[in-house]
């Protein structure tokens, strides 16, 4: 096997051929880690702006101290280390659907890995998020989690551009309204990534479920394609007075 390419780990799931891959990346001058999904790329370390941008925007937005934060999709982990690094961040919870994932981390497989699992703050579980909001095909956390002051969504590549038929409920009216009612708390911060440009048609209806709602578009360089790419993220607080821990 070549230097610049090593696949560390090749599983088969429910979901497909899974495969976690390190690769030089000469044009980055970087190593690279890159899970994939069967031939669709799940995640990259070469772009990570946009997950980090996330956690950042939506804590932002939260009130008090000791905040529980919750997020959906583990992937390499710059969502859930952007997290930790907030001081306000009591807990974290971490639902993962891939087990292999979590093992990875758990290994040090994957570079942050051992940074998430020796934080005391941090808890990684398999289960299905979606499950969580009366979507999904997969088991619900055990045990069930409390409701949160923030939630991150990082699963699918957009709401109209799911990885599982079961996972469109959530963009649905019906499925926001129970992640607002079940998951979160009074004044609660809702945030999705999304790899498409932002989508006015969801952004109107996160609008009739939360109270304040609004779509931020992150830029970062890309060299691959010699010019700057782009992300959404969408952010929706939900009624009430505060966050306050």
């Known amino acids: 096997m070549s230097a610049r390419f090593q696949e560390l780990d090749w599983r088969t799931t429910p979901m497909g051929e899974l495969s976690l891959r390190r690769r030089y ?83 040090g497989l994957i570079p942050l890995g051992p940074e998430l699992v020796r934080d005391p703050r941090c808890r990684l579980v398999h ?53 607002r009612d079940e998951l979160l708390l009074p004044g609660g911060v809702f945030a999705l990534w999304s790899n498409d440009a932002p989508d006015e048609d969801f952004t109107e209806l996160l609008g009739t479920v939360f109270d304040r709602v609004r779509a931020e578009v992150v830029s970062f360089p890309n060299p691959i394609q010699e010019r700057d790419s782009s992300n959404t993220v969408y952010l929706a607080v939900s009624p009430g007075t505060g966050t306050g821990g």
């Open 25 to 107: 990346d000469p044009l980055f001058r970087a190593e690279v880690h890159e899970i994939k999904l069967g031939d669709e790329f799940l995640m990259s370390s070469l772009f990570t702006v946009a997950e980090v941008e996330m956690a950042r925007l939506a804590l932002a937005e939260a009130e008090g101290t000791d905040l529980r934060v919750a997020v959906g999709g583990l992937g390499l982990g710059y969502t859930a280390q952007a997290v930790l690094e907030a001081e306000a961040v009591g807990s974290l919870v971490v639902v993962e659907t891939l087990a292999e994932v979590i093992d990875w981390h758990r290994q």
């Open 127 to 179: 289960g299905d998020f979606f499950a969580m909001v009366g979507a999904g095909s997969g088991a619900v956390p055990e045990p069930a989690p409390e409701p949160f002051h923030v939630v991150l969504v990082d699963i699918d590549h957009s709401p109209s551009h799911v990885l599982d038929p079961g996972h469109a409920v959530l963009y649905t009216d019906e499925g926001l309204r129970h992640l």
